[in-house]
């Protein structure tokens, strides 16, 4: 058995008459520790596959497993202890508290777990050591984020979802800090949404959504030979020529 596993899973959203299939029969599982990007054109459903699985949101029918547990059954206080415990969230728009420092930041969160990581390290970890003391609105956007990614994995989530749809990193920072937050001692299992086709060489796997449903499952070269919705982004950003160099 996997460490997630998603078996066919619907969700709808109704607006007056017209119903959306943002979910259409999803079905795929991740081992634990791998390091996902999920893919997929504006409006293919990535953000409601990982609102799902950090369970902020639910499904209309099909099954969502964590380490063996149905969590789409779980009641509103497993829920949220689910939540509390074991799943880290890094928003488009990282939501740090304004008027608390980078620091100060991070140790609120690490004080509603009972298996936080000390705060300091974890900063020093992301690049930070000499930000810890700065206020979000003295740090540039990629700095911001990064104290959003710290304040996540201090709380020592079993699963980082990271929205990077709107990254604010250049690729040199980003690539290091998807190093660092692999190379932590039990390293979550990670799940990266990203519009940047470069980011991907750092996946263990990659989901390709489209209209709802999984167009696409692998790595990046599996993708490249199999999957055209997945060609069809990456040769976006890519073109044929830049890619081959
Ligand atoms: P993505 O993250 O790939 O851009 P989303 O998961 O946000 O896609 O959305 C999938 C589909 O569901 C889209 O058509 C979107 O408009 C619709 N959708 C998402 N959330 C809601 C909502 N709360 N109410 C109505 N429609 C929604």
């Given at each position: 058995?996997?460490?997630?596993?998603?078996?066919?899973?619907?969700?709808?959203?109704?607006?007056?008459?017209?119903?959306?299939?943002?979910?259409?029969?999803?079905?795929?599982?991740?081992?634990?520790?791998?390091?996902?990007?999920?893919?997929?054109?504006?409006?293919a459903g990535k953000t409601t596959v990982l609102n799902i699985l950090g369970g902020i949101d639910d499904c209309d029918d099909g099954k969502v497993r964590v380490g063996g547990e149905l969590i789409n059954q779980f009641n509103s206080k497993r829920m949220a202890l689910y939540r509390r415990h074991d799943v880290g969230f890094v928003f488009q728009f990282y939501n740090l508290v304004p008027n608390l420092t980078a620091l100060e930041n991070v140790e609120l969160a690490s004080q509603i777990s009972n298996k936080a990581l000390n705060p300091v390290r974890v900063l020093e970890r992301v690049g930070l050591a000499d930000r810890m003391n700065n206020f979000p609105s003295q740090l540039p956007g990629g700095e911001q984020q990064r104290v959003a990614i710290a304040r996540a994995l201090v709380r020592k989530p079993e699963i980082l979802i990271l929205d990077d749809s709107a990254s604010a990193l250049d690729y040199a920072t980003d690539a290091k800090l998807r190093m660092a937050i692999r190379n932590l001692d039990n390293a979550p299992t990670t799940f990266i949404v990203s519009q940047r086709a470069a980011s991907v060489r750092y996946a263990d796997k990659i989901l390709v959504l489209d209209d709802g449903k999984l167009a696409g499952m692998g790595t990046h070269e599996q993708l490249l030979e199999t999957c055209a919705v997945y060609q069809e982004i990456y040769h976006s950003q890519f073109p044929k020529e830049v890619a081959q160099r």
């Open positions: 058995m996997s460490f997630i596993e998603l078996e066919s899973v619907y969700k709808k959203y109704s607006m007056g008459e017209v119903t959306i299939n943002a979910l259409d029969g999803v079905s795929f599982s991740v081992e634990q520790g791998e390091l996902c990007m999920v893919v997929g054109p504006s409006g």
